[in-house]
């Protein structure tokens, strides 16, 4: 369990407004915060990091505490163990791979675990690279890689994907899903996309002024569940096509491809690559084995 | 998307299936949702909600005599027909309401539907889904 308790005030753009926030994580979730910019997203991460000293609160995790106003402990940044992937990849440019990810190693004996992580993210080959030499996706899954080597007690990932395109996105979605899954680090994830959000957190905190304003599943949270319909998925607008009186649009959902049928009126404010919410109710799909 | 706000009329559950009755401006409507007994219970009687159902799964009928198993049916005036090659949009009043349907245009000649005329429009339970308005 990570208890972040804090306040601090802040000048924004639109004048000064103080973060007071009370958040628990429980277990090794992976937990989502969501909020417009400048609503303190990046700030909460710099304190829970180290990098910011609140100016008052508590945060512990599982039975150390991190920081406590009252008791005057702030430990360094170095002490809390904590793993931080940004947008940016920040890969040593003249070591291969390996030699990054060897350098991330805080216990030698864990050097095997290097291949396994190579596996899970699809860069066997790639091993002996430099990071100039790959693409933009294949550095970001060497930086996610090498954050989960350091065994962090907590993994902090700031929009890292949100410089990808959209099929490279689903597949590092799919590789972070597979690597807390695999190590159940807990982690805070910073993100404006609602499929991230659905397809990886466990919880979502909405952030508005440097406020929680909101808190629960992702599907609770963003009103999906006021839905009755019982087969729901969220996806993204590949095409949408024109016929007699109504649109056909196909959507991607996960590694599938669907078509739904609209109507003009509907389908009018949509554009490709809009993120939709596809429902049906449990009585219509025909379920076969194959 | 044809949607009409209503109130909870009645709730008829099973372990896992409800049968909900839904009260608009005096007409029963019903939809059935996979919730039952064994779940929370989502829909009390009075709670607004918001019917939804499509377009293309609402069916129209004239003179229409017998027995028929379809609980939601209910009269409209034919406002508009717009018809295509294949599909043909009508669109009706119902009690202040618009409804619209989309059927084969083969079915709109065969029925011969003109503008101002009354209808029956049906829609099976299980194609109306319910959607809760915020309190």
């Known amino acids: ?93 003249n070591m291969t791979v390996r030699e990054n990810l060897r350098y991330a190693l805080q216990d030698k004996k864990d050097e095997g675990l290097i291949n396994e992580f190579l596996e899970i993210v699809h860069l066997s080959g790639l091993a002996d690279r430099l990071p100039a030499t790959l693409s933009g996706g294949q550095q970001q899954r060497v930086a996610l890689i090498r954050a989960f080597l350091r065994r962090p007690k907590l993994f902090l990932l700031d929009e890292p994907l949100s410089a990808l395109d959209f099929e490279m996105r689903l597949k590092l979605q799919d590789e ?114 194959v | 998307m044809n949607k009409l706000k209503g109130n909870i009329s009645g709730v008829q559950s099973s372990d896992n299936i409800s049968i909900i009755n839904v009260d608009v401006n005096g007409d029963e409507f019903s939809s059935i949702v996979l919730e039952g007994k064994k779940g929370p219970s989502n829909y009390k009687i009075d709670d607004n909600v918001t019917i939804l159902f499509k377009e293309t799964e609402v069916g129209l009928a004239k003179e229409l005599t017998g027995l028929i198993s379809l609980r939601n049916r209910f009269k409209g005036v034919i406002k508009r027909i717009d018809k295509g090659p294949i ?32 209808v029956e429009w049906l829609v099976k339970t299980n194609e109306v889904t319910l959607m809760k308005n915020p309190a």
């Open chain 1, 1 to 93: 369990m990570i208890k972040i308790k804090v306040k601090k005030a802040l000048v924004s753009s639109r004048g000064p407004f103080q973060i007071n926030i009370d958040m628990n994580i429980p277990g090794k979730d992976l937990v989502t915060l969501f909020g417009p910019s400048g609503s303190g997203k990046t700030t909460i991460l710099r304190m829970i990091a180290g990098l910011t000293v609140p100016d008052e609160g508590l945060i512990t995790v599982d039975d150390e505490v991190w920081f406590d106003s009252d008791k005057k402990i702030n430990r360094s940044v170095q002490e809390r163990q904590i793993s931080v992937v940004f947008q940016d990849y920040n890969l040593f440019p």
């Open chain 1, 176 to 289: 972070i899903q597979a690597l807390h899954e695999r190590f159940m680090i807990p982690t805070v994830f910073v993100t404006h996309d609602l499929g991230e959000i659905f397809k990886l957190s466990q919880r979502i905190f909405v952030l508005e002024e440097g406020k929680i304003s909101r808190s629960g599943k992702p599907g609770e949270v963003f009103g999906e569940d006021m839905l009755s319909g019982k087969f729901k998925f969220v996806g993204n607008i590949l095409t949408l096509e024109k016929e007699d009186f109504i649109y056909i649009v196909t959507v991607q959902i996960g590694n599938n491809i669907t078509k739904v049928v609209a109507t003009e009126d509907e389908a009018r404010d949509w554009r490709v690559g809009d993120r939709v919410l596809v429902s049906a109710k449990a009585f219509n799909p025909i379920i076969m084995k």
């Open chain 2, 87 to 118: 599909l043909a949009r009508v669109i009706m009043t119902y009690r202040g309401n618009t409804i619209e349907s989309i059927i084969s245009s083969r079915s709109v000649t065969h029925m011969k539907l003109k503008e101002k005329e009354e």
